[in-house]
Structure formats: C-alpha cells, structure tokens
T-cell receptor
Framework: DAGVTQSPTHLIKTRGQQVTLRCSPKSGHDTVSWYQQALGQGPQFIFQYYEEEERQRGNFPDRFSGHQFPNYSSELNVNALLLGDSALYLC?????????????????FGAGSRLTVL | AQTVTQSQPEMSVQEAETVTLSCTYDTSESDYYLFWYKQPPSRQMILVIRQEAYKQQNATENRFSVNFQKAAKSFSLKISDSQLGDAAMYFCAYRATSGTYKYIFGTGTRLKVLA
C-alpha cells in the first residue's frame, strides 16, 4: 500500500523564481492538504483540495496556488519566491468525508519537499 | 482563534523509562480531535495517537497513552518503556470537527532517548 509520495525531495531556487511541488495521495484517499513547516516550527496549513477544488485556505498570499487532478494527485505552486519561503513543504492526504470511524480525519503525510530559496 | 502550545522544546529520557510530553490548547469549540504526530529525521510525520473530545476514555496505542483533560484543555502524551527509535520531534495537533479542515500544530518537542 503506497503512502503519500512527494517530489522533488530537495530543490534550490533563487528569489523571484517559481516552483512546483507534486504530491500523490495514499491509495484510497481523495483529499490533499499542503502544509509549510519552517525550521524549528510546526506545520502551517496552506490549503486543502477536494474534488479538484480548493476547499479551504490558510493565511498564505496568492503567490501560493494549487491544483488537484482527477486522479487526486496535487501540485503546489509558489510564484515570486522570497527568502522566507524556504521551508519543508508537506503534503498530507485523507478521506474527504467526515465520520467517526477509526481512519476519519487522520492525515497521512509524505516526507516533504525541502525548498531552499537563495 | 484556536492555538496549540507545547512548552517543552526538548525532553530526554533513559531507555526503558517513561516520559510525558505536555500540550495545552485553546478553543471555544466543544467537539474536536486531538493528535500526537511523530517526526523522525526522515521528516515524514507519523500519527502516534488520536483522541476525540467527546470520548471520556483516554486513548492508548501500545506503549503510548494520553491524559486528556478537557476542562483544563490539556492533552499530554505518555511514552512507556522508551526505545531508541522513539527519538524524534513530537507535535501535538488540534482540529475542530466542523467548520474547518485545518489542523493546528504546536511548535513541537524534541525527544532524546539515552542508551
């Protein structure tokens, strides 16, 4: 059973450039969330995609955008990179409906993409 | 706004001993989920344990158990018989059951296990 896979694992960009990060959810999951984890901090919610729509967005500027494809995979795009965008970007998948079953509302995370902006 | 606070940046425990990691949270919601996630050096966040606020009984998963005090808004994690593989960052997280899909994480506690 494949878990959440993310690519690339590491990348280096310069200020002003654009980056695209990719995520394939765990088999059976239909919802993808993206989190930014700065060094020494906990993950911060960027947005969540469900049924190819952005369902909820955190407190991030419009430079951060995303997409979800029919196969539930997702991309995170960041434009006009700033030094402060350097972080670990985590993708997490889950089931889109809410119930009280054992697996409901549990996020399964990927290993992240480490972005360094110079 | 909901917040999650982990006041212990770092903790150490001897192998085979027991350690407790603290977490407090603030919310006006009555129904929510609480989680402990482990992040080893491999970076992948792994779910350790989950608690639903409407359940009085504290969750347990093998050597891991929680002390959930709803009135005090406290959610501590106890690790018994600590093993070297338990060394990692531990994050406490909160999610309301309605109105949001966002998880709110604390800043983490680094656990060191001493041989």
């Amino acid at each position: 059973d494949a878990g959440v896979t993310q690519s690339p694992t590491h990348l280096i960009k310069t200020r002003g450039q654009q980056v695209t990060l990719r995520c394939s959810p765990k088999s059976g999951h239909d919802t993808v969330s993206w989190y930014q984890q700065a060094l020494g901090q906990g993950p911060q919610f960027i947005f969540q995609y469900y049924e190819e729509e952005e369902r909820q967005r955190g407190n991030f500027p419009d430079r951060f955008s995303g997409h979800q494809f029919p196969n539930y995979s997702s991309e995170l795009n960041v434009n006009a990179l700033l030094l402060g965008d350097s972080a670990l970007y985590l993708c997490a998948s889950s089931l889109g409906y809410r119930d009280r079953g054992p697996g409901a509302n549990v996020l399964t995370f990927g290993a992240g993409s480490r972005l360094t902006v110079l | 706004a909901q917040t999650v606070t982990q006041s212990q940046p770092e903790m150490s425990v001897q192998e085979a001993e027991t350690v407790t990691l603290s977490c407090t949270y603030d919310t006006s919601e009555s129904d929510y989920y609480l989680f402990w996630y482990k992040q080893p050096p491999s970076r992948q966040m792994i779910l350790v344990i989950r608690q639903e606020a409407y359940k009085q009984q504290n969750a347990t998963e093998n050597r891991f158990s929680v002390n959930f005090q709803k009135a005090a808004k406290s959610f501590s994690l106890k690790i018994s018989d600590s093993q070297l593989g338990d060394a990692a960052m531990y994050f406490c997280a909160y999610r309301a059951t309605s109105g949001t899909y966002k998880y709110i994480f604390g800043t983490g506690t680094r656990l060191k296990v001493l041989a």
